[in-house]
Each structure stands twice: as C-alpha cells, then as structure tokens.
C-alpha cells in the first residue's frame, strides 16, 4: 500500500499514469496517447473540447485522476470536486456564456446518459436551455 502523501506525489509527478484504467479514453486524452483539443489543464485537471457537442459551447472539465463516475468520490476527493466546478464557471466566464446562462452537468451512470467512466463536468451555453432535460 503506497503512503497518501507518496502516492498524490506520483499522481502529481506522472500525471495519471499510476492511476489509469487501461482503455479510458479521457485517461489516454490525458496520457496525450489520444488527441483532443485541450482548452485548459493544470496539476489536478484537464478541459477538452467535446467531439460531439450539443450546445454551441460544450466544454468536458475532468480530473486527471481516474474517478469513475461521482458515486465514487471519496472524502478524499472533496477538494478537487469543489475546484471542478471552479474551473467550470472560470471557463463558463472565458467562452462569455455567463450571461445569457451555461448549464454544468454530470451524468452518473448509463441510466442517466453517462458514456465515458472517467468523470466529467460538462459546461454547455451559448444557447437556451431546456428544463428538465430529457
Ligand atoms: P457522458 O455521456 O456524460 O459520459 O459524456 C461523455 C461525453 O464525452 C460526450 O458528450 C461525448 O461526446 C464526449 N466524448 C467522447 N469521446 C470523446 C473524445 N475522444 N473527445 C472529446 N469528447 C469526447
Ligand atoms: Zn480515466
């Protein structure tokens, strides 16, 4: 069992490596072993553009940890779940979708549409937004 504190070291040392789940395409996005268009990235996480987007914004904020889906958060992660969401709006603000409204989600599960296991923000604007979504 590797030390907390050793193991955020290599986290933060190797990027995801030590962390990744073979066949992740946001891991691999993240390892640069896939391409993306990468709008913002820091030590603990990255944003991409989406392949499909579904608004005229839609941006993908995810942690460079493999965190499978929110139901696996741990109150280890409770920091860097709060500075997803920090991202999210700073990024919101930089697209200039603020005013007219942006809409953060996070899909859990395929019940509720979720695609990719590597948890992700997906901050979408630049056009009305629906309520509820279906
Ligand atoms: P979800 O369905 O909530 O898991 O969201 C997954 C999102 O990832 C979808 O909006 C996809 O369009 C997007 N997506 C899947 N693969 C890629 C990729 N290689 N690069 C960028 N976005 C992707
Ligand atoms: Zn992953």
């Given at each position: 069992m590797i030390p907390a504190v050793v193991r955020r070291a290599l986290i933060r040392a190797y990027g995801n490596f030590v962390m990744k789940k073979?066949?992740?395409?946001?891991c691999q996005i993240i390892a640069r072993e896939k391409p993306a268009v990468i709008i913002y990235e820091?030590?603990?996480c990255l944003a991409i553009e989406d392949l499909?987007?579904?608004s005229p914004v839609h941006v993908l904020v995810m942690p460079r940890k493999h965190i499978p889906t929110l139901k696996d958060g741990t109150a280890e992660d409770e920091g860097l779940l709060g500075y997803l969401l920090l991202v999210a709006a700073r990024i919101a603000r930089d697209k200039g979708i603020v005013d007219g409204g942006f809409r953060t989600?996070?899909?859990t599960n395929a019940g509720a549409g979720q695609t990719v296991f590597h948890l992700h923000v997906h901050?979408?604007?630049g056009r009305t937004m629906r309520w509820p979504p279906g």
């Open positions: 073979s066949g992740c395409i946001f820091d030590d603990r499909h987007p579904m989600v996070i899909n901050v979408m604007g």
